[in-house]
């Protein structure tokens, strides 16, 4: 084994490592979303990028002790660039690994969901320029307080967008919540990869520069990686950098019971919990007299349902496989995708505080005592208020959230 | 007085060094230095400080000098910089190899950075392997040679792309004497074929295999001939001097009178 292999070796396993932090500290339990698992996978480079970038500063930084013998030999100039391309290699050997696990993580749960396999190109690209900007910093600076400072310098660089301090390029991920629905913008993301290209280009011309090889060439060649940086960033700055789009995804995956629930593909793995959970509420309705859909929906970006079924949001932090009843009592109460819920004018604070009040109406019925209630009237109204009475405003509430006659709906105290 | 003399160039100079100048900061190190060099061992002489590495230096193209041309082989290294880093090699005076590494990755790695195509890479390494007598050595490494083999394989990192100029920078410093002798035949071997410039404090070094010597003072050549000319120079001042042979008289004489002018 190579000295260099065996460098390698030992920054692989913390490369392997920092990506077990990464998305254990994202991704438990795993999703099953396929887009998900990319957006963790990339995500990783958070921070083994700058592992990477210290990497080869290191390996730059040693060599920088043969100066003499480098720099007048016939690829001395390139000394860095294979430096940085070592560090490169091992990270993307780290990512490798962990993108085999992670697909094979998500193809062992209940899985689905678009999967753009095109966005994983954006990681080599990250990681050559992670190395790249580490090693011609070892190069320039071949000092141990610079080997030790690029890393958090390297991680400082890639929140600066989160700091308002130009666009994001170098942080990719991972994204809190899930994905579904949501894929990366193709544009925004050739950008992206156009500046990381044009700095790691322009990083890695830099030593045949400063050491005067064909001078012309490298000037324009560093000239050119500028303008490809530049043009890059000139695209995010105009026309933003924010990465998703709509991925189309519809809520194709259903599971036949009463009321039928349909959610993304990305969320098979919750559709048991789910729709067991609106099961069990939809029957206290139903039992109730109350006209339950026949189909409740997921709500994703890019689509709102269609008319004449209920609405499921799971919320954006709920564990994959297990639905809470008050997150189902609250999608009950939700029988139709109401234009108005969305308007720019909402509908009257009536309508929210009675999906509020069939919800915890709902919870009592299933044996909660003490429902988490949005005002004292409420609370006080579902102690003390007599059945029948709370059944025959429950049902009339409900119909008139299917119908979408929401300024129609009066809370019981104010009747 | 003592004044310089200076061999004629040969028929078809290898390396041409036309008004070679440089100052580090105010001082000046090299000044205005021509020279023409073929084939077989030069001498590269003067104190510590004369500018020998750094004539050295710029004729490898590690450093470039305020002024001057140089031509290797027909390469000019303002026309061609790469085309003249093919041509030459230095043998570095401080030469730190990754101690961790093995003799023979070490090789593979500056074979690449020489310029080897990777298909010669492994012949390359096993020809200067068996050149310096490190075949048996090639698994070893580095930091398990002693001084004497690892300028050995300093000579070695050099050859590695058949330089039509080797450059080798006090190789002898710090040697015992059964590995000066080893390094000297060495390079008396390499001089049959190649131009190899050996630069060294010390004449003994230098007068048993060079053909010719260059004394440098102050970044000029005071002495440009062969070492029974620098021998004969001196001889008339053997007995003056205290038990110096005459070719350490000699260069003594000339510096006297170079510092004298």
Known sequence: ?415 | MTTPVRVQPGAVPWVAVTGLSHRYDDRLVLDDLTLRLSSGVTGLVGVNGAGKTTLLHAMATVLRPDAGDLVVDGQDYRRDLLGVRRRVALAPQVFAPPAGMRVEEFLTYLAWMRGVPRRERAAAVARVLDVVELTDRADSRLASLSGGMVQRVNIAQALLADPALLLLDEPMDGLDPEQRVRIRKLVDHLGDTTCVVLSSHVMDDIVPIADRVLMLDAGRIVFDDTPSALGELGAGLVAAGAGLSPHEAAFLALRTTIGAR
């Not at chain 1, 016939?74 to 962990?98: D, E, I, K, Q, Y």
């Not at chain 1, 991972?174 to 990381?196: K, M, N, R």
């Open chain 1, 1 to 415: 084994m190579t000295t260099t292999v065996r460098r390698a070796a030992a920054v692989l396993v913390v490369v392997v490592g920092l990506e077990v932090l990464v998305v254990a500290g994202h991704g438990t339990p795993w999703r099953g979303e396929w887009n998900w698992t990319l957006d963790h996978l990339v995500g990783t480079t958070v921070l083994t990028g700058p592992a990477v970038g210290a990497f080869a500063a290191w390996l730059a930084a040693g060599e920088r002790s043969r100066a003499t013998l480098n720099d007048g030999a016939f690829r001395g100039w390139m000394v860095p660039a294979r430096m940085a391309a070592v560090a490169a290699l091992t990270g993307l050997a780290g990512f490798a690994l962990g993108l085999v696990a992670g697909l094979l993580a998500t193809a062992t749960v209940p899985h689905g969901g678009p999967f753009a396999g095109w966005f994983l190109a954006i990681v080599p690209l990250l990681l050559a320029c992670y190395a790249a900007l580490g090693a011609i910093a070892g190069h320039l600076w071949p000092q141990r307080i610079v080997v030790v400072l690029v890393a958090p310098a390297l991680f400082l660089l890639g929140t600066a967008a989160a700091l308002g301090i130009g666009p994001n390029v170098l942080r990719q991920g991972p994204t809190t919540g899930s994905l579904a629905g949501t894929t990366w913008d193709a544009g925004v993301v050739a950008f992206q990869e156009l500046c990381l290209l044009g700095v790691t280009l322009a990083a890695l011309v830099v030593p045949a520069v400063l050491l005067g090889v064909a001078p012309k060439v490298a000037r324009g060649v560093l000239a050119g990686a500028l303008a490809l940086a530049v043009v890059g960033v000139a695209g995010l700055e105009v026309g933003g950098d924010y990465s998703f789009v709509s991925s189309g995804e519809r809520p194709s995956a259903c599971a036949e019971r009463a009321p039928r629930v349909c959610l993304a593909p990305s969320h098979r793995r919750s559709l048991g919990p789910v729709a067991g959970q609106l099961q069990r509420v939809g029957a206290v309705l139903a039992d109730a007299g109350a006209a339950v859909p026949a189909t409740y929906v997921e709500e994703i970006p890019g689509y709102r349902g269609s008319p004449g079924s209920g609405l499921v949001i799971l919320p954006a932090h709920a564990n994959v496989d297990r639905y809470p009843l008050f997150a189902a009592s609250h999608a009950i109460a939700l029988p139709a995708p109401c234009p108005a819920w969305s308007a720019e004018k909402p509908p009257p604070e009536s309508a929210f505080a009675a999906r509020e009040l069939i919800a915890s109406w709902v919870q009592t019925r299933l044996g909660n005592d003490q429902p988490p209630v949005f005002s004292p009237e409420a609370g006080a109204w579902l102690r003390s208020a007599p059945a029948a009475t709370q059944q025959d405003w429950v049902v009339a509430a409900f119909d008139a959230l299917r119908s979408c006659r929401l300024d129609q709906i009066r809370l019981p105290w104010d009747e």
